[in-house]
Nanobody
Framework: QVQLVESGGGLVQAGESLRLSCVAS????????MSWYRQVPGKQRELVAT???????NYADSVKGRFTISRDNAKNTVYLQMNSLKPEDTAVYYC?????????WGQGTQVTVSS
């Protein structure tokens, strides 16, 4: 079993920055893809950014140029650096990891951006 613990969410003003972290623990041999998703009430969860085991990254168009995903394989951790935050970035952010072809989700961390 794999557990994910997210941290770093909070309340900020538009234009400010936050850094989210997600640490994986448990029965881990190797982690494949690591991703961040977000969800607002009444809407589907959407992909924000993803990073492969080799370090290749992809971003949603809405966050390109503002958000950066990275990972530290030695620490089983994925990060999301969020700069120039906008009110429309307000959501619960979830990390998702793939371990041995199984998908695991974190519990979510709230990010609120005031205008």
């Amino acid at each position: 079993q794999v557990q994910l613990v997210e941290s770093g969410g909070g309340l900020v003003q538009a234009g400010e920055s936050l850094r989210l972290s997600c640490v994986a623990s448990g029965s881990i041999f190797s982690i494949n893809g690591m991703s961040w998703y977000r969800q607002v009430p009444g809407k589907q969860r959407e992909l924000v950014a993803t990073i492969s085991s080799g370090g290749s990254t992809n971003y949603a168009d809405s966050v390109k140029g503002r958000f950066t995903i990275s990972r530290d394989n030695a620490k089983n951790t994925v990060y999301l650096q969020m700069n120039s935050l906008k009110p429309e970035d307000t959501a619960v952010y979830y990390c998702r990891v793939i371990v041995s072809s199984r998908i695991y989700w974190g519990q979510g961390t709230q990010v609120t951006v005031s205008s």
